[in-house]
């Protein structure tokens, strides 16, 4: 009889260990989950002779941003040449492009396949401030 409620008493201690341990861990877990502090700065653009739109985009220094760009009328072709991108735009096709604007400063953008006569006018501009 001893010995059964000793190891009753130990089952219980063990259960609510166990039981304390899980939900340790699950506040833990809650604490690391990402909490929304990485947010993500969604911009849709429409590329189409000879414009971007919009032309110019205001993002803050750190952000990630992504960008979610539309040919509408043939191939264009985006590039950002200080974070590195170059992207082609098959035409109807949204092309995301994610990074961060981990510098500050005014960046043109263009684009990179040949459109047209107003293809070297078709530039924009991404500006972290
Ligand atoms: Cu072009």
Redesign the pocket.
């Known amino acids: 009889m001893a010995a059964i409620q000793k190891y009753l008493v130990r089952l219980t201690a063990t259960v609510a260990i166990a039981v304390l341990f899980a939900a340790g861990a699950a506040v833990l877990l809650a604490q690391n989950e990402p909490t929304g502090a990485e947010q993500v700065r969604e911009i849709t653009m429409t590329a189409k ?2 414009e971007f739109s919009p032309r110019e985009i205001r993002v803050h220094p750190g952000e990630t941003i992504r960008l979610v760009i539309t040919a509408l009328d043939r191939k ?2 985006f590039k950002l040449e200080a974070f590195g991108i170059e992207r082609e735009l098959p035409k109807g096709e949204a092309v995301t492009i994610e990074f961060k604007a981990d510098q500050a400063g005014a960046f043109p953008f ?7 006569f ?3 006018k ?1 530039k924009g501009e991404l500006i972290v401030e």
């Open positions: 002779k000879y264009h072709g263009k684009c990179s396949k040949f459109c047209g107003g293809h070297g078709m």
